[in-house]
Structures are given as structure tokens and as C-alpha cells.
């Protein structure tokens, strides 16, 4: 089984809420990934977990939040978005970070479709 | 620096046309390459994939080589359907993925 879930699908949400994406895998992968995606553009790398650790964050805005309960998991938490970060949020995964000359693929989710009004 | 290049889209085919979509990569030593899709209003999915040179990756019809003297991982299918139709990315991972800019397929019945 190579599932990546995410919930919810679709998310619609004002600039003053606060909302969380979620992210599952169940093949004990060891790294997750937040990536977002603009339309016709491809994904970009938000945030890596190793380990549960955070060991990468692409300088993204401090209301985006990424948490990660246990190895299995990954949320995104959204505070005071803007209309701009409307974008489909997708998260992956992969057995090890990918280190330089690794064989390793990335897995990824369904995505969460995210709209901010 | 590291990146990769893929051919502007979006491509027209017919169905049972030959599909080539051109993929050059700059990288620093010799990185496993890949081929996903996406289909409308989904995630990206593995298509394929090479780790070394001259590896051949293929999936479902589709198959890529592994040029390192080219630096290249082209896609190719002999015979396109119209459920082919989606976006293609080029990718490899070396410590990050990169990814190009992915192409778009259309196939007409």
C-alpha cells in the first residue's frame, strides 16, 4: 500500500479563521512533506519532517504552522491566511529524506484544495 | 545550479499518436529521476522512475531512459489515450525534489 490520505478535500475559510490540514501515511515512511501548489505551477516545498523533526522550512510565512504528532501524521495549521494562499496544499512522503544519491521515491497525497476569501 | 527542463506544453495528440515529452535535467552528481502525473483536481502519482544511468523506468505503457551523457529522462508512450490526458512532471531528488514545470497533455478521441 502506497496511501498518502488528507483531509479534508476541500476547505473554504475567511481570512480571520483558524483551520488545520491533515496528513496520513501508513507505510512507516520516515519523512513527510507540505508542498503547495498554484495552479498549473509545480508543487513547492514548504516544510520537511525527518524523524518527526522539522529539518527544513522554505522560509515560509509564520501562519502556516506544521506539526508532527507522531510518524504517522502530519498537520498544517492555518492562522490569518490571505486570498494569495488560496492554492491546492499537498502533503507527501518518503521511507528516508533524500539525501544526496538516494534511490528513495516520494508519495504523494490527494491534496487539500484551500480557498481564502 | 539544480534544475530541470521540461518542453512547453500543452501538447495535442490524437489518440494512438506517439507521445514524447522532452525532459533535461542540471544536477549535481548523479540523481534517481522520476515521471509523475496529474490528473484533474488530484495529487501527483509515481509514474516511473530510474536510479542509475541507462535504467530504463516504464509504467503502463510509458517508458523513460536514463541518458547521463544527455542529462536527459525523456517520457515516451507508442500509442496515447484519451485517459492519458493530465499533466507530467519531470523530477529528481538530490537532498530536495525539483521538479519541472510539468506539461500538459491533451488527447482527443
Known amino acids: 500500500d502506497t496511501e498518502v490520505t488528507q483531509t479534508p478535500k476541500h476547505l473554504v475559510m475567511g481570512m480571520t479563521n483558524k483551520k488545520s490540514l491533515k496528513c496520513e501515511q501508513h507505510?512507516?515512511?520516515?519523512?513527510m512533506y507540505w508542498y503547495k501548489q498554484k495552479a498549473k505551477k509545480p508543487p513547492e516545498l514548504m516544510f520537511v519532517?525527518?524523524?518527526?523533526?522539522?529539518?527544513i522550512n522554505e522560509s515560509v510565512p509564520s501562519r502556516f504552522s506544521p506539526e508532527c504528532p507522531n510518524s504517522s501524521l502530519l498537520n498544517l495549521h492555518l492562522h490569518a491566511l490571505q486570498p494569495e494562499d488560496s492554492a491546492l496544499y499537498l502533503c507527501?512522503?518518503?521511507?528516508?529524506?533524500?539525501?544526496?544519491?538516494?534511490?528513495?521515491?516520494?508519495?504523494f497525497g490527494p491534496g487539500t484544495r484551500l480557498t481564502v476569501l | 545550479g539544480n534544475s530541470v527542463t521540461q518542453m512547453e506544453g500543452p501538447v495535442t495528440l490524437s489518440e494512438e499518436a506517439f507521445l514524447t515529452i522532452n525532459c533535461t535535467y542540471t544536477a549535481t552528481g548523479y540523481p534517481s529521476l522520476f515521471w509523475y502525473v496529474q490528473y484533474p483536481g488530484e495529487g501527483l502519482q509515481l509514474l516511473l522512475k530510474?536510479?542509475?544511468?541507462?535504467d530504463k523506468g516504464s509504467n503502463k505503457g510509458f517508458e523513460a531512459t536514463y541518458r547521463k551523457e544527455t542529462t536527459s529522462f525523456h517520457l515516451e508512450k507508442g500509442s496515447v489515450q484519451v485517459s492519458d490526458s493530465a499533466v507530467y512532471f519531470c523530477a529528481y531528488h538530490f537532498n530536495k525534489f525539483y521538479f519541472g514545470s510539468g506539461t500538459k497533455l491533451n488527447v482527443k478521441p
Open positions: 507505510m512507516g515512511h520516515r519523512a
Open positions: 507527501a512522503s518518503s521511507q528516508d529524506t533524500l539525501a544526496g544519491g538516494s534511490t528513495d521515491t516520494q508519495y
Open positions: 519532517y525527518s524523524y518527526e523533526k522539522l529539518s
Open positions: 530510474a536510479t542509475k544511468a541507462d
